[in-house]
């Protein structure tokens, strides 16, 4: 499997490819990230083909897709499949905001995701990032906001796909179920599903994932690692950024000693698993360095026997 190998995100969506960059965390997710540092990481994802980058608003409160920008206005355009997000614009806090991205700017995050709110985000999104188009607009979890984002966001955003202002419509989130009611409700050309199609959470791929192959909708998996225990078992682990339940350690142990017995990679398993699924188009891989870059495309080429998938 290669990582800079291309495929058409869904039936109208542009072309990406295997492998995408995560931009979280070049908003400094929990850890501060030096501006270096997300140029280097930039830099080793082109160097090894890779040319889809996905960020949003939220990510260090503009600073990722600033970040973004800057690293790729050096790039060819029409190489970079560039994705960004609505349904949260950056408005001037008049108060402390708590937030998980160190350093942020002091402003603050507030839903929106009416047709004015998401106009208004893809237009600050383009002066953070300094393009003069997006390739691909995701609703950004509408958790607690379905019917607005039914009734406001995406029609807006279809509306806009179909003038040609923007490439390709989607939805991200960390849940499968509404998701898929989007699916069967809105004219879509991809889903990003977080953490719920991945060694340890396979929820996503009963219902949802079969239900895009079938529409001809693109799925793009992010939180292969489910927040690093896949990546890093060791003590500080995390899953879904809380601490490891006994049950999903007990399952660890078990793939791990399913990886030992083949000599594979528990990270490079769990970032081919769902590379496997007919839906899934690519995987995005959250980084903060050059160094996490060339382990993740190392691990998604590492070849794999498929005994050790019949196995887990």
């Given at each position: ?110 839903f929106d995701f009416s047709r004015d709110g998401v106009l208004r985000s893809i237009d600050e999104s383009l002066d953070r990032l300094g393009f003069d188009r997006i390739d691909v607009v995701l ?6 906001h379905e019917d607005d984002a039914l009734r406001g966001a995406f029609p807006a955003l279809v509306s806009l796909r179909d003038q040609g202002v923007i490439g390709a419509v989607g939805a991200g ?140």
């Open positions: 499997m290669r990582a800079d190998e291309r495929r058409r995100l869904g039936d109208r969506g542009p072309e990406v490819t295997r492998v995408g960059i995560g931009c979280a965390p070049f908003g400094n997710l929990y850890t501060a990230v030096a501006d270096a540092a997300a140029d280097a990481a930039i830099d080793a994802a082109w160097a090894a083909g890779v040319r889809f980058f996905d960020t949003a608003p939220l990510y260090g409160h503009g600073l990722s897709e600033e970040r973004v920008g800057r690293a790729l206005a050096r790039r060819p355009r029409d190489e970079v499949v560039l994705s960004t997000k609505v349904g949260r614009l950056l408005r001037p806090a008049d108060r402390a905001v708590e937030t998980i991205f160190v350093g942020a700017e002091a402003v603050e995050p507030v609703v950004h979890d509408p958790d607690d989130m960390n849940q499968w179920e509404m998701l898929d009611r989007f699916v069967q409700r809105v004219d879509l050309d991809v889903v990003l599903l977080a953490g719920r199609y991945t060694l340890l959470d396979r929820s996503g791929g009963d219902t949802l994932l079969p239900r895009c192959a079938e529409r001809g909708i693109g799925v793009v998996l992010g939180g292969v690692f489910n927040s690093g225990v896949l990546a890093d078992p060791g003590g500080a682990a995390t899953f879904d950024y809380g601490a490891v339940p006994a049950a999903v350690a007990a399952e660890v142990g078990r793939l791990q000693r399913v990886c030992t017995e083949f000599d594979v990679s528990l990270a490079s398993a769990a970032l081919q698993f769902g590379l496997r699924h007919e839906a899934v188009t690519s995987v995005v891989a959250g980084v903060r360095s050059a160094a996490e870059v060339t382990a993740d495309i190392a691990g998604v080429q590492d070849p794999i026997p498929e005994a050790f998938w019949a196995e887990i």
